[in-house]
């Protein structure tokens, strides 16, 4: 008995500390999405940290491809890098989308970062979404934090938890098509949070019809 006991605490502390990606809420635009299928996007992650941006943009790219939609990286196509001093301007973003002839614009924002010894202390996080009238502030309002911290030693004392939020927009009209905020627990490393966000976030698409798997 007891060392069934022991090990199902076992397990419950190595679920409890691996790390895994939930769906916190996520929203679609039935009507602009009925019968949509989306070919092309642009893909922009808004952080000023060029590892977080290349790493991140690289994965869901790959991903997105194997659904047969084409995709392009904000890192290979910007000048400027996503910092309070060197936003890109109005007139940019419109120059590059244009380029591109991208139809969906596929944003991702590290939202907040949390640390607790118990998951259940946590606060729930409840993002706020912008939007004032011009196309830069409809399609992003990036927060500028300090850089994210991955250093992780020995096994975790503490729960780390990483929000990220995901927004679609329709190029052509500015309409927000489908947004979703992501929570991931304990990732080990940048790497291990592009994999678990990316492999969730593109679930949730497909469930919700917005994508589908390109046919052979």
């Known amino acids: ?36 299928h989306i070919e ?5 992650v808004l952080t000023p940290h060029l590892d977080v941006q290349t790493t991140i943009e690289n994965e869901i790219a790959y991903q997105v491809n194997q659904f047969g939609i084409k995709a ?16 890109p301007s109005q007139e940019e973003l419109l120059r590059v989308l244009e380029v591109t002839n991208a139809k969906i614009f596929f944003t991702i924002r590290i939202l907040d970062q949390k640390t607790s010894t118990s998951e259940t202390t946590n606060t729930m996080f409840l993002p ?22 991955w250093s992780y030693t020995g096994l975790h004392e503490k729960n780390k938890s990483y ?7 329709d190029i052509e009209t500015h309409e927000l098509l489908w947004r979703a905020t992501t929570k991931t627990f304990n990732p080990y490393d940048l790497e ?23 046919e052979l």
Do not use: Q
């Open 1 to 36: 008995m007891k060392k069934n006991t022991l090990l199902l605490l076992l397990s419950l502390l190595f679920i409890s500390c691996s790390p895994h990606t939930i769906v916190i809420n996520s929203w679609r635009n039935k009507e602009k999405l009925k019968d949509k």
């Open 40 to 44: 092309s996007i642009f893909i922009a």
């Open 72 to 87: 392009y990286k904000s890192h290979n196509l910007f000048t400027k890098n996503f910092t309070k001093e060197e936003m």
């Open 128 to 149: 706020v979404y912008y939007n004032h009238g011009g196309i830069v502030d409809t399609f992003w309002y990036p927060s500028f934090k300090s850089p994210v911290n």
């Open 163 to 169: 929000y990220m939020e995901t927004h679609l927009y």
């Open 192 to 214: 291990g949070l592009t994999k678990r966000y990316t492999e969730k976030i593109l679930k949730k698409l497909e469930r919700n019809k917005v994508i589908k798997k390109a």
